[in-house]
C-alpha cells in the first residue's frame, strides 16, 4: 500500500519547520493505516491530532474508522466509534455517508450469513434518524436481500418504488429486479 510514501511525506512535513499537519493530513494518515489494517494506529491519530495539533476530529476522520471496521462486519467497533462521535458532539445523522457505508459493506460480505440482519439494522438506525435514503443505499439493500431472502427483496423494492426521491430507472436496479423476477 501507500502506508509508508504517506508515513515518509508525514515525516518530512514535521521536519519542516513552520509546516503543520491539519484535518486532511490527518486524514489521509488515517486511511492509509485503515487500508493496511492497522485500525488501532488509525484510531490513535484522533488523540494525537487533538492533543499535538489542537486539531478536532471531524465526522470524516470517525467515518474513516466506520467504515474500516465496516468492512470486517464488525457491529461492536462500529457502535464503539459511534460513542465517540456522539462523544465529540457530532452527528452521525447529519451524513448519511455514515449509515451508507455500514450498509455497502455489508452488501459486499454478502455470503455472510451475519451481513443481511446488520444491514438491515443500519437501516433501520437510518430511517429512525430520518436520513435520507438514497438509490445507492437501496440498491446495497436489495443486492444483500436478493441472495438471502426474497420477501425482504420485495419489501426493500417498494419502499424504493413509492420513495419519490429515488429513481427506479437506474441500471443496477433494473438488474436487481430482473433478477428476481
Not at 488509525?42 to 470524516?60: C, Q, R, S, V
Not at 440482519?117 to 437510518?126: C, D, G, L
Request: aromatic residues 8%; glycine residues 4%.
Amino acid at each position: 500500500g501507500d502506508l509508508p510514501m504517506v508515513l515518509e511525506i508525514f515525516q518530512a512535513m514535521q521536519d519542516e519547520e513552520g509546516v503543520l499537519p491539519d484535518k486532511a493530513t490527518y486524514s489521509i494518515l488515517m486511511t492509509a493505516y485503515a487500508n493496511e489494517g492497522l485500525l488501532v494506529d488509525a484510531e490513535d491519530l484522533l488523540e494525537t491530532m487533538y492533543e499535538k495539533h489542537g486539531i478536532e476530529p471531524n465526522l470524516f476522520h470517525f467515518t474513516t474508522l466506520i467504515n474500516a471496521h465496516a468492512k470486517n462486519l464488525d457491529e461492536k467497533e462500529i457502535l464503539r466509534i459511534m460513542e465517540k462521535v456522539s462523544n465529540a458532539g457530532l452527528d452521525p445523522a447529519d451524513d448519511k455517508i455514515v449509515f451508507t457505508c455500514v450498509i455497502e459493506n455489508c452488501a459486499k460480505k454478502f455470503y455472510s450469513a451475519e451481513a443481511l440482519p446488520m444491514a438491515e439494522r443500519w437501516f433501520k438506525k437510518m430511517l429512525d434518524c430520518d436520513v435520507p435514503v438514497d438509490r445507492q443505499t437501496y440498491n446495497a439493500m436489495l443486492f444483500l436481500s436478493k441472495y438471502r431472502d426474497v420477501e425482504k427483496f420485495m419489501v426493500y423494492a417498494r419502499m424504493m418504488a413509492e420513495d419519490g426521491n429515488v429513481q427506479m430507472d437506474n441500471p443496477k436496479t433494473t438488474k436487481h429486479l430482473k433478477d428476481v423476477a
